[in-house]
């Protein structure tokens, strides 16, 4: 069986931009950013704990 290299925790939240803004604040993770669709609504948002990004989708 093949070996994973990386395995990318996702969170999903309804409010990206808020749970990014908390989690750096609340847990001390490193701000990855918040991609905004066409629309100006977040659509993925970042943050890493050490070496390992966590991604965050509504």
Do not use: C, K, N, S
């Amino acid at each position: 069986m093949p070996r994973a290299e990386q395995v990318i925790p996702l969170l999903v939240y309804e409010d990206i931009q808020t749970a990014h803004d908390f989690l750096v604040r609340a847990f001390g993770f490193e701000a990855g950013g918040v991609e905004r669709g066409a629309t100006g609504l977040p659509v993925h948002g970042e943050v890493r704990a050490g070496d390992t990004p966590i991604w965050l989708h509504r």
